[in-house]
């Protein structure tokens, strides 16, 4: 194949003009499409290159220069290292969290654990929080470079004593994690006590607002950083007898858009995972307590919460970790004011 020219005037022509040469480089003798092409090419005073490969590896430095070029500096992610599409990092697709200063609410059990080893394996700093000290102590002992605290973070003097302890350990915040939740009451609306209502929302919605406004400040003065906040499939489906709970996670959607759309000029990102039934000992209460609230047993129930999933299964707590985990690296850093399912294909609940 003769020399191939490249960088047409304007970089849409040169993307279209690419595109189709790199589809006319496919046939091994000339047709139509190629002869247009390279017509096309000819009529520019343009450089040439002898591969395809030469050509597409010259555009994407043209589409990073240009990106540099129009994005104005204070703009710029200030964090972690640049990852072209498709590249691997030392930890895959660019999952390197060496020097990152994160905190995880409820990191003592479930998503919250598996969330924080991750964020630790992957050579960040973390700093914890549970209401359990039992699993506090057992996430602790697991790495070194976890630290943390029992604290109530439905208690805004409890917030401010974890953000201190915190602020000690890590020396600032690149990520935080806002995972804190309970399963509230079950039982139908006109039952449920107003103090059952509040307890659940305290958790679910006003832990998630007072760890986000907190953590703000301090991504600021990081230059950027990534709020991640933990809604449900609740937060897109109604949920019979679960009213507190459902309400929370809804309002978490609507917490996250706002927060990307506030802090989206500080280089500061916020998403919110919705996961499915979550294998561990807390689907197995909600089950548990929506059988004896039916009148059937736990097995009928619990086959019920999968069957209304594509993939007739739970989700690994982990599974939620590495999306949460993707939201904050680098690879993540264009994702913003999402809800994201992870809930293998959830149809419904139960």
């Not at 654990?113 to 359990?132: K, N, P, Q, S, Y």
């Not at 070194?144 to 953000?163: R, T, Y």
Request: some cysteine; overall charge neutral.
């Amino acid at each position: 194949m003769p020399g191939i020219a490249t960088k047409p005037r304007g970089p849409v022509a040169g993307k279209r003009v690419a595109r189709r040469v790199e589809r006319a480089s496919r046939f091994r003798a000339p047709n139509a499409e190629t002869r247009a092409a390279m017509e096309e090419l000819r009529r520019g005073d343009l450089p040439v290159f002898h591969s395809v490969e030469e050509l597409m590896a010259d555009l994407n430095a043209e589409d990073l220069a240009a990106r540099d070029r129009t994005v104005s500096p204070a703009a710029r992610p200030r964090y972690g290292p640049r990852h072209r599409a498709g590249t691997l990092g030392e930890a895959g697709m660019g999952l390197d969290f060496t020097g990152k200063r994160a905190i995880v609410t409820a990191g003592g059990g479930g998503i919250g654990r598996e969330t924080a080893l991750a964020f630790a394996e992957g050579g960040a700093r973390v700093f914890v929080c549970d209401i359990d000290e039992d699993a506090l102590s057992g996430v602790l002992s697991a790495r070194d470079n976890i630290a943390g605290m029992a604290a109530d973070v439905s208690d805004p003097a409890a917030f401010d004593a974890l953000f201190a302890r915190a602020d000690e350990y890590l020396g600032g915040l690149d990520i935080m994690v806002n995972n804190a939740g309970t399963a509230g009451p079950t039982a139908a609306i006109e039952d449920v006590a107003l103090e059952d209502w509040r307890a659940c929302v305290d958790v679910n919605l006003t832990a998630a607002f007072l760890g986000t406004q907190r953590a703000l400040p301090r991504l600021k003065a990081a230059g950027g950083g990534s709020i991640v906040n933990l809604s449900s499939a609740a937060g897109k489906f109604g949920f019979a007898h679960r009213s507190p709970y459902v309400a929370s996670k809804w309002a978490i959607v609507g917490l996250t858009r706002t927060t990307a759309l506030e802090a989206g000029p500080h280089n500061i990102r916020c998403n919110c995972i919705q996961p499915g039934s979550v294998e561990g000992a807390r689907i197995d209460r909600v089950i548990r307590a929506k059988a004896e609230v039916e009148g059937v047993s736990e097995n009928l129930m619990r086959d019920r919460f999968a069957s209304v999933s594509s993939l007739r299964r739970f989700v690994p707590p982990r599974h939620i970790a590495g999306m949460i985990l993707y939201l904050c690296a680098d690879i993540g850093s264009t994702i913003t004011g999402q809800a994201i399912s992870v809930d293998a294909g959830l149809e419904g609940l139960a």
